[in-house]
């Protein structure tokens, strides 16, 4: 980190963000993202994607869902949407069911 810098995406206030959040939440550890897409990226890598995990998510997301997932090597599948915001449930021969470990709004 830069020590003299004035940014919030890099810096000492970075450091004193995560450590007020901690003790604001009572948590044990926080760490600040520049972007919901590298917190995907960050979740995605500390949840365990193995090569060829799969998870099922709708096209009607922000495009970061499937990419940080596909950038840890696991396998996108995504589900059509009926009227009303409701997933459809996908047949059997949907190469995404019954294998998949994770779901992703």
Known sequence: ????SNFLAQGPKVAQFEQDLCEYTGAKY???FNSATSALQGAYSVCGIKENDE??????????TSNMFVSAWGKTYLV??????KHRQESRSSPA?????KLKP
């Open 80 to 85: 059509r949407c009926q009227a009303r915001w």
């Open 55 to 64: 998870i099922i998510t709708t096209p009607i997301s922000f495009v970061a």
């Open 1 to 4: 980190m830069y020590s003299k």
């Open 97 to 101: 069911v019954g294998t998949s470990r």
């Open 30 to 32: 926080a760490v600040a």
